[in-house]
């Protein structure tokens, strides 16, 4: 593993730096190593004087959280560098801009990496070359690392951590017990599972409203047109003129005109995926954080099974592409301790932190040289290395502040089989 020069003092290095009566500023070192010393066997460093304020997306009570704050601890005791975590919730993304915009003083906070590099690209500071001065390159998965950098002109904005994939979850006992022997390749295949397990007697699949149902959508048009052809789509109000985007309406209404979808979906999040875990339907396309979501809200532990969205007849991609994206760090430009952030956000994003965060709350490690998923999201691993197109959430189809309600409500309204999709595509052709 090359050195990652240039960060944070590491906990084994502390010991050291006390005992030679080193100095409390943070020194070059490597990553920190998944095998490192807990922070409560390292003597304190002396208080630096030195504070970070750091906003962040997560509750106290969350995993997440909790390995945050442990990070927090070790990198003072450490560093003598003392970041000071004020916890926002999901609601840092509607707080930071006016927050930044009024001049309070914030040297770091987090939220989904998209988000970030697209929404806040005037407010973060360009972190490629403390990235590259530190070899963090490395550590980040190929994957997120382009993607991040595709979405400005030039340089990085963002520093992933918390990768998620997206595709069907489903609970391999069903299937075993419907005789489903494969998962499916293919939309055809898709609906050949379904009814196994129809016939059998479970819900085949489930949904919740909004995001649950964009992504049924999402993902059906994106095989058909890819990325660029969802944007096209809506951006220029193209649904009567592409072929593509009737036969997606077609594919979706079919899941759910033939009893293919539980009879409560689309359901009020979490009802939709709780069913999992009440063991009352058998699939779910969502992110890689939903096995997670489903043991905190049911308790259930499922054998999960995973497979990419199938690919479609004649469509542009296969299941080498899918929804992936990460949660991510900016470091606010106005801040006078941009090393000091970065430093510590290495902390949280490599070695023994981003393992702990990973097994908490069953996510998959950021830290390329953490090789090991959580057994529940273990069965995207083979699927993700293979990917080799990244679509954005929803393949984009929450994207234009235009259109993406009228977008939503038609998609809810097909899912609910109250309009057909002649009606579905003529209505948002119409806004043109």
Not at 342 to 359: I, N, S
Not at 375 to 384: I, K, L, N, T
Not at 412 to 417: P, Q, S
């Amino acid at each position: 593993m090359k050195k990652i020069i240039a960060l944070l003092l590491v906990l084994v290095m502390a010991v050291s730096l006390v005992a030679c009566g080193g100095s409390s500023e943070p020194a070059v070192t490597e990553a920190p190593d998944a095998e490192a010393a807990p922070a409560a066997t390292q003597a304190p460093a002396a208080d630096a004087g030195i504070e970070l304020t750091y906003w962040s997306m997560w509750n106290s009570t969350e995993g997440q959280a909790k390995v945050i704050q442990e990070a927090a601890d070790a990198y003072y005791a450490s560093t003598g560098i003392k970041v000071n975590i004020e916890w926002k919730g999901r609601d840092v993304k509607n707080l930071i801009q006016p927050a930044l915009d009024a001049g309070e003083k914030i040297d770091l906070f987090d939220q989904d990496y998209a988000f970030i590099s697209k929404n806040c690209t005037n407010y973060v500071a360009d972190v490629s070359e403390m990235v590259t001065a530190a070899g963090l390159e490395e550590h980040i998965l190929p994957v997120l690392y382009t993607t991040a950098q595709s979405y400005i002109e030039s340089g990085l904005k963002v520093i992933p951590y918390q990768p998620y994939t997206s595709g069907v979850w489903y609970n391999r006992a069903m299937f075993e017990a419907a005789g489903v022997e494969e998962v499916p390749e293919t939309f055809d295949e898709l609906l050949d599972v379904c009814q196994k397990l129809k016939d059998y007697g479970v819900n085949p699949m489930t949904c919740d409203q909004g995001d649950g149902t964009a992504l049924l959508m999402g993902y059906q048009l994106g095989r058909y047109v890819g990325q660029a052809g969802v944007y096209d789509i809506i951006d220029n109000c193209k649904w009567a003129e592409v072929p593509g985007a009737l036969k997606a309406a077609e594919d979706i209404y079919t899941l759910f005109a033939n009893g293919y979808m539980s009879p409560y979906a689309p359901s009020t999040y979490p009802d939709g995926q709780n069913e999992l875990g009440f063991e009352e339907s058998a699939m779910l396309l969502q992110a890689s954080w939903v096995p997670n979501e489903i043991v905190q809200n049911t308790g259930a532990q499922l054998d999960w099974g995973f497979f990419p969205w199938p690919a479609v007849e004649g469509g542009v991609n296969g299941t080498d592409a899918g929804m992936v994206g990460a949660q991510g760090y900016g470091i606010v430009e106005a801040s006078e301790h941009k090393q000091e952030a970065f430093d510590f956000v290495v902390t949280v994003v490599t070695g023994e932190y981003d393992l702990k965060m990973a097994e908490a709350v069953s996510s998959i490690p950021a830290d390329t040289a953490n090789v090991t998923w959580p057994a529940a999201v273990a069965g995207a691993e083979p699927y993700f290395k293979l990917m080799s197109e990244s679509y954005d959430w929803a393949v984009g189809l929450q994207d234009n502040a235009d259109y993406k309600d009228y977008i939503q409500d038609a998609i809810e309204r097909l899912c609910k089989t109250e309009i057909d999709p002649d009606t579905f595509i003529a209505e948002l052709a119409a806004l043109k």
